[in-house]
C-alpha cells in the first residue's frame, strides 16, 4: 500500500481519479511515475513526485480518498491499459493560454469550449469543467490546447506545472441530420 500525504500527489491521484472508468478501467494505472485514469471518452495523467518513495508501475486501487491523504494498493501489472500517446494526433494546431488567462472562474472553460466549437469539434462539458476544476485550484500556470484537424480526434488539454496534468477528451460526434440543419441555416 501507498499512503500519499502531498498536496501536488493527491491533487494528481484526485484528477486521475475523475476520469476513472468501471469495469475493465476500474483501477489508476501508475507508469512512469505517471498516473492515469479512463472512462474511454476521455484520460487524464498526471506527474507524480513521490516525495522518498519508491512506486512500482502497475495498476492501483484507491482504498481511501480525501483532500488530506490518498491510499492506493497495488492490484495487478499495467499490461493492456492504454497510453495518451497512442491518441494523440500528430496533426493540428496548439493553442497557447498564458497564465493571465488561466484565471478562477469560468474564463478557461469557456476559452476551451469556443476553441473546440471553432475547430467543428463538440465535447462533453462536464468533461470540460472537471479538466478547468483541477487547473484552477492550481494557478498560476499555463495551458496548451492540441486541437487536432481531424474533428473525430481528441483534443489535448495540458496544464504546465509539478503534476503536468494531461487530459485526453474524445469529441461527441454530432449527429449527421442535426449538422445538415446548421448548414442549411448557414446558407440562408
Known amino acids: 500500500m501507498i499512503r500519499i500525504l502531498d498536496r501536488d500527489d493527491i491533487d494528481a491521484v484526485r484528477f486521475a481519479l475523475a ?5 475493465e478501467y476500474k483501477y489508476l494505472c501508475i507508469r512512469d511515475n505517471k498516473i492515469t485514469g479512463t472512462d474511454v471518452r476521455r484520460m487524464h495523467r498526471a506527474t507524480l513526485n513521490f516525495n522518498s ?3 512500482g508501475d502497475g495498476l492501483y486501487d484507491v482504498l481511501k480518498n480525501n483532500k488530506k491523504e ?4 497495488r492490484v495487478a501489472d499495467d499490461t493492456g491499459y492504454p497510453s495518451i500517446e497512442s491518441f494523440i494526433s500528430s496533426e493540428g494546431r496548439v493553442v497557447e493560454l498564458p497564465p493571465q488567462y488561466v484565471v478562477k472562474g469560468s474564463f478557461l472553460a ?3 469550449v469556443y476553441l473546440v466549437g471553432a475547430n467543428g469539434q463538440a465535447m462533453n462539458p ?10 484552477e485550484d492550481r494557478l498560476p500556470c499555463s495551458v496548451t490546447i492540441t486541437l487536432p484537424s481531424d474533428p473525430t ?8 506545472d509539478s503534476t503536468a496534468i494531461e ?12 449538422r445538415k440543419q446548421l448548414k442549411e441555416k448557414e446558407e440562408d
Open 19 to 23: 476520469a476513472r472508468g468501471k469495469d
Open 53 to 55: 518513495i519508491v512506486v
Open 70 to 73: 490518498v491510499i492506493l494498493d
Open 110 to 112: 469557456a476559452t476551451i
Open 126 to 135: 462536464q468533461y470540460i469543467l472537471d479538466v478547468c476544476n483541477i487547473i
Open 153 to 160: 480526434s481528441p483534443i489535448l488539454i495540458k496544464q504546465h
Open 167 to 178: 487530459a485526453l477528451i474524445m469529441p461527441v460526434i454530432v449527429p449527421e441530420d442535426i
